[in-house]
Every structure is written in C-alpha cells, then in structure tokens.
C-alpha cells in the first residue's frame, strides 16, 4: 500500500524509483523537491533502510518484490498522479551482468535474467494512464557495450514515443562525488512531437580541471564534523555505522606492512604477502591497498569494506574504512541510517547506491527543465 496522504499533493513532479536499493536516488531526488513516492526492489533487506530514511513530510514507500510482478495499475494508483504533475521513471537495474568482473560474457550474450529487468520495467510504465515525463536510467559502462535486448527496447520506445535523450557514460567524481566512480546515464525528456525531439544535454560539470577541485576522502571523512579514530572491529557510538569488520592476525601484519596513504599489496613485505599475490603480483593491484587522502576515492562495491577486494584500507589507520565512511564517499548524510543483519549487508547497500550528490544534480536538471516549460 502506499501513503494515502500522497494524494493531496498537487502541481508536482513526482517519481518511482525501480532497483532503488537502499535509497540513494530517491534521497537525492528528495532533496531537490521531487516527490519519490514508491521504491521497488526485490531484496528484502533493503526495506528497512529505504523506509526510515525516506519518511519526512510524505513517506515514500518501499515495496520488496521482483519487477516481474509488479502490476502497472498498482504502481499508477500509488503515484496518483494530477493533470498537472509531471512524472519521472527511475531505473537503476542490477549492474552485476554488464560489471567489468563479468566482461567475458558481457560481449557474448551470456544468459543472465538480470539482463531483462530493464525491460520488465518498461512492461509495467507502457500500462501506465499516460507515459511518463521523464526517465532517468543508470548503470554500469558496459550496459550499453553489451547492446543487450533491455537496452535495444529501452532505445526504441523512447525514439517512437517522441522522447529528447541523452546518454553519455560519466564519472560521479565530475558533479562532486568524492569518488570514482564510472556509469552510464541515459536521461530522457516526454516531447509533443517528434519536430521537437533533439540531443538532450547534461547538466553542466562542476568539478575538475578548471573547475571546482574534486572532492578528496580527506574532505569527505571530516566533513561536516571529523569521524573519529576506530580500531579494527571497532565502532564509534558517537556515528551510526561507523563500524568495521575485525581483521585477522595474518591481514593485520599486512595493513601495519602497508605504507600509509596509498601504499598497495606490493610494499608489503614478501614474507607476510598473500600467497596469490607473490603469485601474480600485477593482478588485482588496488587488493589490501590504502586510500590516498589527497585523491578521490576507488570505486566502492557491494565490497567496499573488504580489504580483499579492492582498495578499501583507510588511508592511515590500520583497517578496512567503516561503513560510516564508505556511505560518506557515496555522499550520504550522517543520519542516513543502515539498517542489516550485519556490517556485509550494510557493505552491500552502501556500495550498491547511486551516490545521493549524483542523484540531487539530475534531480535539479529535471526540476530545472519543468520550470523552462512551464515559462
């Protein structure tokens, strides 16, 4: 069921986020004044989180189920959209089938029924009273490479339906993302007709060369206030989720082995290396590596508090970077709380989100684009 205080609202651009995870998107979208009323993901464990962070002014409202049955009608009657609102279409769909870790099957059309989630989503909006306004759609670089049926359907219905697109594949370090982070965007603006249809543009990057500096870990980890020291297996009380996995006796030798600021797997002394490094000492470099201060952060994963799996170490203590602090390099605030069954479930929705600045600058670029109509 959704809120039945979300129909009062009128005059509004109002959104579904799909795959939406543990609410990264809609925080963003929320915070620039689109209205996310209804979240849909398959994964349970999301719940909780997406609905306790989500829940100021008109609860937006989580619903744990698969796409596949999910039924246009009910997600029309949740939105309950007026005449004068505008409608958006978030889908950010799992992006493990085109992740760089699976390119051998990417190119091949490896059978993966996550590939066909994107179409599913379309299934439902097609049923929709009337299509939507706007469409936003994110992923992984290798979605589009894949040129998978998802993405080929996804492409002609909005060339047939009269839509402006624009697609380009980006990093969220560009719009002050204090991390690199790489995805493909499409975004996709309702025309009158086909005459009025044209290349729809980005907005406008604000950080980089020539720019505003790129965020730093160093200015996310003491922005707004410091996050204080923690030991491996610690935790803070002062923050939520500002917690880590303890380490064992071995991978701690190696992390107090590890320069400070940067220092990888192969400053570690031979002796205490993982055996498959010695193996293969140029495979998986960024594994059992620090942070630089001074630098955006890696990529965060489903991993990202794994000092196994990639470069996850803190930059100068001696463990893996906290929950609290991976959720600060996807730019959510301190209390966006994680709720889980445990640090590798939290791990798993914090690396997961579309990090919440990405989500606020095309969330305003929408807003932005409603207002010129309108005038």
């Not at 962070?53 to 309950?80: H, Q, R, Y």
């Not at 799992?94 to 990417?106: H, I, L, R």
Request: hydrophobic share 30%.
């Amino acid at each position: 069921m959704c809120s039945e205080s979300s129909q009062k609202s009128k005059g509004k651009i109002i959104a579904v986020d799909f795959f939406c995870g543990a609410g990264g998107l809609t925080r963003g979208f929320r915070n620039v004044g689109i209205d996310v009323r209804l979240g849909i993901d398959k994964d349970l464990a999301f719940g909780k989180t997406y609905a306790e962070n989500n829940k100021e002014n008109i609860p937006a409202t989580f619903w744990g189920m698969s796409v596949e049955d999910v039924k246009s009608e009910d997600v029309w009657a949740c939105l309950a959209p007026k005449n004068e609102d505008k409608i958006v279409v978030a889908g950010c769909a799992p992006c493990q089938p085109f992740s760089a870790q699976n390119k051998k099957n990417v190119l091949k059309g490896h059978k993966d029924d996550r590939k066909d989630l994107l179409s599913q989503m379309l299934r439902v909006v097609k049923k929709f009273k009337r299509l939507p306004d706007y469409f936003f759609i994110e992923n992984v670089p290798g979605f589009k490479k894949s040129q998978c049926s998802s993405y080929r359907r996804l492409k002609s219905f909005l060339k047939k339906n009269h839509y402006s697109v624009g697609e380009d594949v980006i990093d969220a370090a560009i719009y002050g993302v204090p991390q690199r982070r790489k995805r493909f965007i499409l975004i996709a603006k309702k025309e009158v007709s086909e005459e009025q249809v044209k290349k729809l543009m980005f907005p406008p990057i604000t950080h980089g060369p020539g720019k505003i500096d790129f965020v730093t870990v160093e200015q996310a980890f003491n922005k707004p206030s410091p996050l204080p020291p923690i030991k491996s297996g610690g935790n803070s009380p002062k923050f939520f989720n500002h917690h880590v996995p303890k380490l064992s006796p071995e991978n701690s030798k190696r992390i107090k082995g590890t320069p400070k600021n940067g220092g990888s797997h192969r400053d570690i002394p031979q002796q205490d290396r993982v055996p498959c490094r010695l193996r293969h000492p140029t495979k998986h470099s960024d594994t059992y590596g620090r942070m630089w201060w001074k630098k955006v952060s890696p990529t965060l994963t489903c991993k990202c508090v794994s000092i196994s799996n990639g470069r996850f170490v803190h930059p100068t203590q001696n463990r893996a970077i906290s929950i609290r602090e991976a959720a600060r390099l996807q730019t959510f605030p301190d209390n966006y709380k994680f709720y889980g069954t445990g640090i590798t479930s939290e791990a798993r929705q914090v690396g997961n989100a579309v990090p919440v600045k990405l989500a606020e600058v095309f969330g305003k670029y929408f807003v932005e684009l409603d207002q010129k109509q309108k005038e």
